[in-house]
């Protein structure tokens, strides 16, 4: 693990971060099974996610999507920089009882990637889950228009996303739709390798609105302080939210950034948040993580 000795043989705490439209919830089966490996985590709410969420009377059913096209975003305010933050207050109480990993998923890379900035000292290892770790680019906005990109299955659901993103500061999905194509096709975004029912029990678990500013704020490592962490990197070869081609894209990226301290590289064959659903395998990753 990193640098901070004055905490070495002390047992880990892994501080989990969700990704967009998500919460802490998302983690409860990886908890279970860190728990069970005998492992203290801990797993955050970004700002207004989990029970600080907003789900209007416009959202629930029957829908009024007109009315909820136009109602004011409770996320529209929140920067890259205020879930930073509450990640760092959350990493400086962990780190007083011992080692932190601190774990992001998918847009929760950015988060962790700042945290990792402002207190590499107190971070022992990062570890990102197909989650964006940005290097040439500051944020993952930027990286859309890349060719590693191209498989990504969630473009094409524009029909998914209510009101205008410009207006409202956000994006906003109607993951409550009853449309039967635009379900298949999200399934086949985020998770063709879960069944029917897992996959609308997840839906009913995530927010419709994530911040654009979260978003576009600028998310680059730096080499001289996040790069000195140690550093896993959990691959999803199934994944078509973040496809394998650009994980591994930015894995090379940040190698290139600080070839002396590369990634320690792990995959699974499984979807966007098909490994919620494999918390076994992941918990063992993790795990080893400790060793």
Known sequence: MSSNTSRTGSAPTFVLVHGSGSSSFMWAPIQ???ALLGHRSLAVDLPGHGLDAQYPVAYQAPQDLDA????PS???TVTLRDNADLVVDVVRRVAEHGPVVLVGASLGG????VAGNVVPHLVDRLVYVSAWSCVKHANPIEYFGEPEFATNLMGPLSALNVGDPAELGVGRANYRTADPGLLTALKAAIAADITDERFRAFLNILQ???SLAVMTGDARVEADTWGTIARSYI???EDRTLPIAMQDRLIAEADALTPDNPYDVHTLDTSHVGFVF?????AAILDGLTV
């Open 208 to 210: 419709p609105d994530e």
């Open 235 to 237: 691959r999803l070869t």
């Open 32 to 34: 279970r099974e860190l």
């Open 110 to 113: 950015t988060a962790i990637s």
């Open 68 to 71: 909820w096209a136009a109602e």
């Open 278 to 282: 494999r918390a076994a395998e992941v």
């Open 74 to 76: 409770t996320l529209a």
